[in-house]
């Protein structure tokens, strides 16, 4: 006999329908929700539902809630704080971050020329614009954070919500500077104007809806950062030897 049908409490339908919101990438960790009456009035329900669902949500670690209001967990934390210790202190975690990337994001980069919604190429103009005018300021700081917040949009725009959240992580090492210094990389002679092509070329591709040059923009990008970035590092090392002979004279007895 089959099991009858159980009606779904409105505090479930709530929880469920913010739960929602936050897998989708709508909800993001540390954003403060409206205030409850508000919320309430905008979801349709009653107040007393409305802080059931929120305890739900707050049960399954996915909701904060204190004095201030109540906020989007940044659950994340839990594995992106203590990857940043391991992968900080670890010389092997740059070039497999880029190999990881490169197996992964030109990939990604298509699926969001395919799947991408009106709304979803509204956002990726928006966060090509704002590469643009951070980069014709002359605003090398500006113009790495909307770097990063292109990747995200289009991340968001492939609808894969396992891809969003995994690269959602590996964006947040990216901005703590984990993987390699993005301001100095920015500051780069020649290096600004180059990637900036190339992300108008990744947006351009994705708005076009045209995948196969969507992949090929985004991996070209990646293997671009990763040659320079090596680069960087290499001539950071170089330049750490100079130093030490200089310092030598510190170290070592003069001969008499």
Partial sequence: MPEPIRPVKLAEAIAERIQTMILEGVLKPG??????????????????SLRDGLAL????????????????????????????????SDERAVADYFEF??????????????????????????????????HGA???????????????????ATHNVFLLHIMTLLADLLRKNIFYNRDQLYRRAGVRDLLLEQHLAIGEAVLAGDAAAAEAAAGAHIRFTQSTTAQIREE?????????RIERADVVQSGK
């Fill in 31 to 48: 954003e403060k929700l409206i205030a409850e009456r508000e919320l309430a009035e905008a979801l349709g329900v009653s107040r007393p």
């Fill in 57 to 88: 949500l707050e049960e399954k670690g996915l909701l904060v809630t204190s004095k201030g209001g109540t906020v989007v967990a940044r659950f994340l934390d839990r594995l992106a704080d203590p990857l940043a210790e391991l992968l900080g």
């Fill in 101 to 134: 990337r490169l197996m992964l994001e030109p990939q990604a980069t298509a699926l969001a020329a395919a799947r991408a919604t009106e709304i979803d190429r509204g956002e990726v103009a928006r966060c090509v614009a704002a590469m643009r005018e951070a």
């Fill in 138 to 156: 002359d605003d090398p700081t500006t113009e790495a954070n909307a770097d990063v917040a292109l990747h995200t949009a289009i991340y968001e």
């Fill in 236 to 244: 950071e090392a170089r330049l750490a030897t100079s130093l030490r």
